[in-house]
Protein backbone atom coordinates (compact mmCIF):
# COMPACT_ATOMS: atom_id res chain seq x y z
CA UNK A 1 0.00 0.00 0.00
CA UNK A 2 2.08 2.95 -1.32
CA UNK A 3 1.66 6.41 0.16
CA UNK A 4 -1.49 4.64 2.33
CA UNK A 5 -1.54 6.93 5.35
CA UNK A 6 -0.14 4.68 8.39
CA UNK A 7 -3.36 4.72 9.71
CA UNK A 8 -5.03 3.17 6.41
CA UNK A 9 -3.88 -0.52 7.32
CA UNK A 10 -5.74 -0.65 11.08
CA UNK A 11 -8.50 0.73 9.77
CA UNK A 12 -9.11 -0.96 6.84
CA UNK A 13 -8.86 -4.23 9.18
CA UNK A 14 -11.50 -2.58 11.80
CA UNK A 15 -13.61 -2.28 8.51
CA UNK A 16 -12.84 -5.63 6.83
CA UNK A 17 -15.69 -8.18 8.56
CA UNK A 18 -18.29 -5.35 7.81
CA UNK A 19 -17.42 -4.94 4.43
CA UNK A 20 -17.22 -6.84 0.74
CA UNK A 21 -14.39 -8.47 -0.45
CA UNK A 22 -14.46 -6.53 -3.64
CA UNK A 23 -14.61 -3.13 -1.14
CA UNK A 24 -11.51 -4.31 0.73
CA UNK A 25 -9.59 -4.75 -3.03
CA UNK A 26 -10.41 -1.47 -3.73
CA UNK A 27 -9.13 -0.11 -0.52
CA UNK A 28 -5.70 -2.09 -0.57
CA UNK A 29 -5.34 -1.52 -4.52
CA UNK A 30 -5.62 2.61 -4.31
CA UNK A 31 -4.94 3.20 -0.70
CA UNK A 32 -2.68 5.95 -1.81
CA UNK A 33 -5.36 7.98 -3.51
CA UNK A 34 -6.78 9.85 -1.48
CA UNK A 35 -10.15 10.57 -3.78
CA UNK A 36 -10.68 6.68 -3.56
CA UNK A 37 -10.15 6.67 0.35
CA UNK A 38 -12.48 9.31 0.62
CA UNK A 39 -14.97 6.83 -1.57
CA UNK A 40 -14.48 4.11 0.30
CA UNK A 41 -14.99 5.23 3.51
CA UNK A 42 -18.49 7.57 2.56
CA UNK A 43 -19.44 4.28 1.39
CA UNK A 44 -18.59 2.05 4.06
CA UNK A 45 -20.53 4.51 6.13
CA UNK A 46 -23.15 4.63 4.40
CA UNK A 47 -23.47 0.60 4.38
CA UNK A 48 -22.77 0.56 8.05
CA UNK A 49 -25.35 2.99 8.58
CA UNK A 50 -28.19 0.85 8.06
CA UNK A 51 -29.09 -2.62 10.09
CA UNK A 52 -26.59 -5.77 8.95
CA UNK A 53 -27.73 -8.90 8.47
CA UNK A 54 -27.96 -10.35 12.17
CA UNK A 55 -29.88 -7.23 13.28
CA UNK A 56 -32.46 -8.13 9.77
CA UNK A 57 -33.01 -11.67 11.71
CA UNK A 58 -33.11 -10.98 14.85
CA UNK A 59 -35.75 -8.67 14.47
CA UNK A 60 -37.96 -10.98 12.07
CA UNK A 61 -37.13 -13.71 14.91
CA UNK A 62 -38.52 -11.94 17.68
CA UNK A 63 -41.44 -11.31 15.66
CA UNK A 64 -42.05 -14.43 15.29
CA UNK A 65 -42.10 -15.34 18.49
CA UNK A 66 -44.94 -14.16 19.36
CA UNK A 67 -46.03 -14.36 22.97
CA UNK A 68 -42.98 -16.12 23.98
CA UNK A 69 -41.78 -13.75 25.33
CA UNK A 70 -38.36 -15.07 26.66
CA UNK A 71 -37.63 -15.82 23.01
CA UNK A 72 -38.66 -12.00 22.00
CA UNK A 73 -36.18 -10.94 24.79
CA UNK A 74 -33.29 -13.11 23.96
CA UNK A 75 -33.65 -11.77 20.62
CA UNK A 76 -34.29 -8.90 21.04
CA UNK A 77 -31.03 -8.84 22.73
CA UNK A 78 -29.04 -10.12 20.03
CA UNK A 79 -30.46 -7.22 17.46
CA UNK A 80 -29.43 -4.95 20.24
CA UNK A 81 -25.66 -6.23 20.54
CA UNK A 82 -25.32 -6.14 16.47
CA UNK A 83 -27.08 -2.92 16.46
CA UNK A 84 -24.12 -1.81 19.13
CA UNK A 85 -21.25 -3.47 17.50
CA UNK A 86 -22.15 -1.73 13.88
CA UNK A 87 -21.94 1.74 15.74
CA UNK A 88 -18.86 0.88 17.30
CA UNK A 89 -17.52 0.27 13.81
CA UNK A 90 -19.45 3.13 12.71
CA UNK A 91 -17.39 5.61 15.51
CA UNK A 92 -14.27 3.98 14.80
CA UNK A 93 -14.92 5.11 10.40
CA UNK A 94 -15.88 8.62 11.70
CA UNK A 95 -12.98 9.34 14.26
CA UNK A 96 -10.08 7.22 12.10
CA UNK A 97 -11.41 9.08 8.74
CA UNK A 98 -9.36 12.80 9.65
CA UNK A 99 -6.15 10.29 9.64
CA UNK A 100 -6.36 9.13 6.82
CA UNK A 101 -7.91 11.85 4.30
CA UNK A 102 -6.31 15.38 3.92
CA UNK A 103 -6.82 17.87 5.45
CA UNK A 104 -9.21 19.48 1.99
CA UNK A 105 -10.89 16.25 1.86
CA UNK A 106 -12.12 15.72 5.61
CA UNK A 107 -14.96 18.74 5.36
CA UNK A 108 -16.26 16.48 1.98
CA UNK A 109 -16.26 13.40 4.40
CA UNK A 110 -18.18 15.26 6.93
CA UNK A 111 -20.78 16.49 4.59
CA UNK A 112 -20.81 13.54 2.91
CA UNK A 113 -22.11 11.77 6.11
CA UNK A 114 -24.28 14.18 6.98
CA UNK A 115 -27.81 13.55 6.58
CA UNK A 116 -29.37 14.88 3.65
CA UNK A 117 -32.35 16.89 4.17
CA UNK A 118 -34.26 16.46 0.46
CA UNK A 119 -36.67 13.87 0.80
Request: net charge negative; proline share 7%.
Amino acid sequence: MADAPAAWEPLLASLQPHVSPEWVRHAREHAGQGWIRLILLVDAHNQLSNPGVAEKVALTMADLAGDREREVEGWNQIQEKARDRRMEVVALLVDGAPEVLSDDLVPLFARSIEPSSIA
